[in-house]
């Protein structure tokens, strides 16, 4: 993504102290804060997480960027974005689908982990590695980020957008 956007040499790493928990946990304004206090150096945050179906998630979202906006300086940006459904689709993107599926029907899916991610990962016998084939799936999908890039173009290319002015200046 960051290549994609002019950024190759961009240094991203995934936030892991504190670790954020699952969705509930890592939308509370509280640990947000915690987060971008802990690393001052850091210019560019990013939150992403699953829409889970939810029609109100895009403006929680937006509430948490605000508070952030005034919290940082304005040197440094807090991005809060979702997958459409869930993250997962990303990585399922980025594979070469099974005959029997269509890309539209897992894209409409309500809950496309259970029905699609999971047995992609299964089939693939990732089941038991740390994060139930979340690693494998996500850097295989990240390899071939142009099919990612079409395929979920209503999050992804939205996300560049709002990265490519984040960035801008930096």
Not at 48 to 67: A, P
Not at 85 to 99: C, H, N, R, S
Not at 118 to 138: F, H, I, V
């Amino acid at each position: 993504m960051f290549a994609e956007i002019g950024k190759p040499n961009a240094n991203v790493r995934v936030c892991l102290d504190p670790l954020m928990g699952g969705i509930s946990e890592a939308t509370k304004w509280e640990r947000i804060k915690k987060v971008l206090d802990l690393y001052p150096m850091v210019n560019v945050f990013l939150l992403i997480v699953d829409r889970d179906g939810k029609e109100t998630r895009r403006q929680s979202l937006d509430g948490l960027e605000m508070s952030a906006a005034v919290h940082l300086s304005t040197s440094r940006k807090f991005l809060a974005e979702h997958a459409w459904q869930e993250i997962e689709v990303w990585a399922i993107a980025g594979q070469p689908l099974p005959k029997a599926w269509n890309w539209a029907d897992i894209r409409q899916h309500r809950d496309p982990k259970e029905a699609y991610f999971e047995p992609l990962a299964n089939s693939r016998n990732l089941q038991n590695e740390p994060g139930q084939g979340r690693t494998t799936l996500g850097k295989e999908a990240a390899t071939n980020y142009a099919r990612v890039r079409t395929l979920c173009q209503e999050d992804i290319q939205q996300l560049e957008d709002r990265l490519k002015v984040a960035l801008s200046g930096m």
